[in-house]
């Protein structure tokens, strides 16, 4: 079985067509009509905290009663590394925004063929096999006391969440689920609260991150000018995907969409420098540059 999807949709016809592609296709599919059914679906089915019975929801935007925006920071809630996919017509920007926000792994936008089906339910698997992976830090007693240091330093005053979620990122190197739980359990706040902010601002990481992050833009722009070479190229020289770190550190590589600097496309950011009308041999350049 390759992973367990959840599909909600008010369309019979888009659950069924789910279901007739990615069935035989060696997922396990389960549908649900409504946003609100699914979230009842969900609780009748969590093995533990955190942690969803699916892998992958791949749900529609627009759906009476609750819309698949509201859907997902709920399911955020239940679950913060649980992938998710949203199904669109026309999206404005507010809810793109909002999407992105809610770290989405994709778009399918409707009518949407087969194959991007079951290519975008494989990526979003594979990114819920990443996101499960053990928490690549030593998060004892030790590191622990000194993160309660900072809450209690920080406790009582208003607007205390960020700043406290700086300094644990300075400590630990990121913020992963036990980390983000040990702060909303010491500044008395919904854990859905402090993974809200993390998510929100790029600042915060719930990845480790090498010494140089590379970031690489596959925005439109970006996009037609070759981005995906050259990300093909680093993820080569580096011998990582996505969203790894590199065996001495050095480096991290992730994909971005769109770093508002379309004008200079493609654009590949190390750290903070921003690199502008890259291609793949000149991103090579570049990392030479960071060792
Ligand atoms: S699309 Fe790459 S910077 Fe905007």
Do not use: W
Request: hydrophobic residues 40%; proline residues 7%; charged residues 25%.
């Amino acid at each position: 079985m390759k992973g367990k999807i959840l599909v909600v949709d008010d369309e019979e016809i888009v659950l069924r067509s789910c279901e007739r592609i990615l069935k035989p296709d060696g997922f396990e599919v389960s549908t649900s009509a409504s946003a609100a059914k699914a979230l009842e679906l969900l609780d009748e089915n969590m093995p533990g905290e955190n942690a969803s019975p699916f892998d992958v929801v791949i749900t529609d935007i627009k759906m009476p009663g609750m819309d698949g925006i509201e859907f997902m920071k709920r399911l955020r809630e239940k679950d913060p590394d649980i992938s998710l996919v949203l199904i669109t017509g026309y999206p404005s920007q507010e809810s793109i925004k909002q999407a992105l926000a809610l770290k989405i792994v994709d778009y399918l936008p409707k009518p949407f063929s087969p194959a991007l089906l079951a290519e975008t339910a494989e990526k979003a698997v594979e990114f819920r096999r990443k996101s499960r992976k053990p928490e690549a830090v030593d998060f004892g007693p030790e590191m622990a006391e000194k993160l309660t240091g900072i809450i209690e330093a920080h406790k009582g005053r208003p607007g205390s969440l960020i700043p406290v979620l700086q300094e644990a990122q300075e400590l630990v190197g990121f913020l992963p689920p036990a980390v983000q739980r040990h702060i909303a359990r010491g500044l008395n706040v919904p854990v859905s609260e402090v993974h809200g902010v993390v998510s929100f601002y790029s600042y915060f990481t719930m990845k480790p991150k090498g010494k140089h992050n590379v970031r690489v833009c596959l925005g439109t722009a970006c996009y037609v000018k070759r981005a995906e070479e050259i990300l093909a190229k680093l993820r080569e020289k580096l011998q990582i995907d996505i969203g790894e770190v590199t065996p001495d550190k050095i480096f991290s590589l992730e994909s971005v969409r769109c770093l508002g600097a379309c004008g200079l496309a493609p654009v590949v950011v190390v750290d903070k420098d921003t690199h502008g009308s890259v291609n793949p041999v000149k991103a090579l350049d570049i990392l030479t540059h960071y060792q």
